[in-house]
């Protein structure tokens, strides 16, 4: 017998119906949630600077890559968790090799007060890689072409630039938003007396798009499902309104013009996502209450704080952990926000033990708590209700960009720690697709779109794309909006 047949007792079972009603998303509402998104794609293309809609950014990306891009190219990755610099060789052919070094951004970067921390730590991270590739001393006689993948919703008029329209992923640093990060980060790369230059500001959605065009042309789609979540596709000039009039004559109308949707903000005027009380919780106490709707339901970011919430309703009620009164250490940690994050969903749904042990040591060890059966049960049943909800919500974006620009079939390219590292997440997604689709009887691995898996996008991608504005910048073709 399968630990998931297994029953609760009643009073459990009772409970667990209840997040089960709520968590579930019916195709039905899958799909009336797909077909506002796509209204919003449209009006997001068409304006863009209503908060409760998705911005639609313009990238700048004007050209598909087409496999024969060459050069080495440095790429740093600004994401929630992690600095990651590469240095990329494009080796043509549709070829590229990478070195690259992961730095931790420390928890209290994300609020500093002062943003010259953030950016003076990145070129620190900057000089130490430069250091480790160059032992003998950083050249100087040459300035070293840069990709800058800045993970957040940032507004261009160029791809040199990007004004932070807000933090996302719980980053909350004064003056930033509003401003070009480019510059801030220049001003730090000078002081050191770093020999580099921007050549490209990106998002990780767009990165992940290109880098995986490059060695696949049926990509159409570049997504992150990690500590936050977003897309990116190629749209042409002649569907997206707010760019008309602005732009030089060499972007003809049927150019492509790469969009990086934003869509984690999504909804934000609560018109379709099932949002229960926990998610209206979790909004109204994040650092930005009323944003990123999409994603407060379906990113890392937030699972481990719904499972948290949700056990601490059930503690609350008598009916787990009880022999841990209130003012136990255990109950405080499951009282404190953000305690666990999604590796503790992660964890207990790949526990294949028959009394689930895996699940027992995860919360003796993250909650210091000792569990019965039932109660982890319990919880990988919630694991089970949380991570389905997110994979089936998170396909929406992909189904309305498939949807509105008609690929019937197409590769999406997809990274982030949720879609590598959660049990099942891309088996969700691809279930959820074909009940949109109606895929039915239709084995997995034949599905008309697919989500797959996108190697080091947002670094390769950076620098695929710094190469692509370098060849343009050469044929003196425009990089922005008409000046
Ligand atoms: C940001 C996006 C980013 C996504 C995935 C979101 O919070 O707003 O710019 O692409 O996270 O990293």
Redesign the pocket.
């Known amino acids: 017998m399968s630990v998931d047949s297994k029953a609760l007792p009643a009073d459990l079972a009772k409970e667990i119906e209840v997040y089960k009603n709520q968590f579930w998303v019916p195709t039905e509402t899958l799909n009336k949630i797909i077909e506002y998104f796509i209204s919003e794609l449209d009006r997001g293309n068409a304006d863009g600077t209503d908060p409760t809609g998705i911005p639609m950014n313009a990238a700048w990306v004007l050209d598909y890559p087409d496999g024969s891009e060459t050069g080495d190219y440095l790429a740093i990755d600004l994401?929630?968790t992690n600095l990651r610099v590469v240095l990329v060789h494009l080796l043509g052919n549709h070829k590229f090799t990478t070195e690259q070094s992961k730095y931790h951004i420390p928890t209290k970067m994300r609020t500093t007060q002062h943003r010259e921390e953030l950016f003076g730590f990145i070129a620190e991270c900057l000089e130490d890689f430069l250091k480790q590739q160059h032992p003998e001393g950083i050249p100087t006689g040459k300035l070293f072409p840069l990709g800058f993948t800045?993970?957040?919703?940032?507004s261009q008029n160029s791809i040199t630039e990007g004004v932070l329209q807000?933090w996302?992923?719980g980053f909350d640093i004064p003056n930033v938003e509003g401003h070009d990060v480019v510059p801030l980060l220049m001003e730090q790369v000078e002081k050191k007396g770093l020999p580099i230059k921007i050549d490209a500001l990106i998002?990780?959605?767009s990165g992940t798009l290109v880098a995986s065009r490059y060695t696949d042309e049926l990509t159409e789609m570049g997504c992150?499902?990690?500590?936050?979540?977003?897309?990116?596709y190629y749209d042409r000039i002649k569907n997206i309104p707010k760019l008309q009039g602005k732009l030089e004559a060499d972007i003809a109308p049927d150019s492509p013009m790469l969009i990086?949707c934003?869509y984690?903000?999504f909804d934000n005027a609560h018109k379709v996502l099932p949002r229960t009380k926990f998610d209206i919780q979790i909004d109204n106490e994040s650092p930005r209450p009323g944003q990123?709707a999409f994603?407060k339901m379906t990113?890392g970011?937030y699972l481990g704080e719904l499972i948290r919430l949700i056990m601490l309703e059930t503690y609350e009620k008598g009916l787990i952990f009880k022999s841990y009164t209130k003012s136990c250490e255990q109950i405080k940690n499951l009282q404190t926000p953000y305690f666990l994050d999604t590796s503790f969903l992660s964890i207990i749904e790949a526990d294949d033990t028959a009394d689930l042990s895996v699940t027992s040591n995860e919360f003796s060890s993250k909650l210091f708590i000792d569990t019965t059966f039932e109660e982890r049960l319990f919880a990988r049943k919630l694991s089970q209700f949380i991570g389905t909800r997110a994979a089936r919500l998170s396909i929406c974006g992909i189904s309305a960009v498939c949807k509105k620009m008609d690929h019937k079939v197409a590769h999406i390219a997809a990274d982030?720690s949720v879609f590598l590292k959660y049990p099942y997440f891309p088996e969700r997604a691809a279930q959820g697709l074909s009940d949109v689709f109606g895929w039915e009887g239709i084995d997995m691995k034949d599905h008309p779109i697919q989500i797959k898996h996108a190697e080091d996008g947002s670094g390769v991608g950076a620098a695929i794309i710094a190469a692509l504005s370098h060849a343009r910048k050469e044929k003196g073709l425009s990089l922005g909006v008409k000046l």
């Open positions: 994401g929630g800045f993970s957040y919703p940032a807000r996302t992923k998002n990780d959605t992150i499902f990690g500590t936050g979540v977003n897309g990116a990086n934003e984690g903000s990123q994603e990113s970011y982030g």
